[in-house]
Each structure stands twice: as structure tokens, then as C-alpha cells.
């Protein structure tokens, strides 16, 4: 009885007996029954369709959904070793700045050292260039106090030699030699003067 068709209700008969039931109506009827069994059965054949799409379509998003969830996962873990790797990339940066601004300090150090060596050093040879030129100068004018008071010896030597040679041309009689000049040499050495 589950399943009948449209087609067997309309055909199904009935033992006809004396006191039945009209036949018209239960024709009319049965017919009516068949038309509305009819649609049922094409309406449930439609919805039993849709529902086979529809569970096909929720298999397929179903399926989609764990795919997009895997993918989401699989995005977060992607964006966690992106931002793990970044940070350390960071870190390097920041540590390889740090060692180039301590080397680059340490550099900036030795230098300044390198420069303050050398700058003492012109200053100690700066200062004994100035001693030395001070020396050659005293020197100097020690050589130079030297060469005037011999040039002035020399010339009282010479004044009194002539004076003494007028004088002996005025008390003696007069000769026929000339006197003869001592010559006197006056060592100056390293002045660069002779007399």
C-alpha cells in the first residue's frame, strides 16, 4: 500500500454489492484522489531532487569551508613566521648597528688618540726647533760680542802702533828703514767674519 500509483488508484475496482456506495462518486472521487496523489508524488520526486542538490551544494561548501579553514590556518601560521622571521631580521639590524656604532666609536677613539700623539709630538718638535733657533741665535751673538771686542782690541793695537811709531820717528833720527806692521789674525770661526 506504500506504494501506489496515481494510475492505480484510477484503474483499482470495487466489488459492486446491493446496498454500496454510489459508483459516480466513488469514481469522482478516486479520480480526484489520483490527481492530488499525482502532484504529491511529483512534488516529493522535486523536493526529494532539491534536497539531493541541496546536500550535494552543503557537501560543497561543507568541503570549501574546512578548505577556507585550512587556508586561514595555514595564513596565520604563514603570518607568524613572517612577523617571527621580521623580528629577527629586526633584531639583527639592530645589533649589527649597534656593533658598527661601537666599532665606529672604538675607530673615532684610537683616532683622536692618533691625532693628540701626533699633535704632542709637533709640539715637542716645535718646541725644540724654537730651543735650538734660540741657541743658534745666542750663539751667534755670542760670536758677534766676540768678533766686535777683538775688532776693537785689534784697533787699540793698531792705534798704539802707530802711535808708537810716531813717537819713534819723533825722538829718533830719522831712518832710512819704515818699521814693519805685525800683522795680528783675529779667529772667528763660524761667523762667517775675518779681520
Known sequence: MNNISPKEIKKTDFKKSFRGYDNYEVDA???ALSLRFERLVEENAEL????SSLTTDI???KENEATLQRAIVKMQDLAEEIIDSAKKKAENIVREAQLNAQKVAQDTDK????????????KLRNDKLVEDVKLFFMEKLNEMDEFVKARNIYKMELA?????????RDTEPESQ????LKKISINTSGSGYSE
Do not use: C, D, G, W
Not at 526529494?48 to 534536497?51: G, K
Open 48 to 51: 526529494v531532487s532539491r534536497v
Open 160 to 168: 798704539r802702533h802707530h802711535m808708537s811709531l810716531e813717537m819713534a
Open 59 to 61: 557537501e560543497v561548501y
Open 29 to 31: 472521487f478516486l479520480e
Open 111 to 122: 683616532e683622536i688618540i692618533t691625532r693628540k700623539n701626533e699633535l704632542e709630538e709637533l
Open 177 to 180: 828703514e819704515e818699521p814693519t
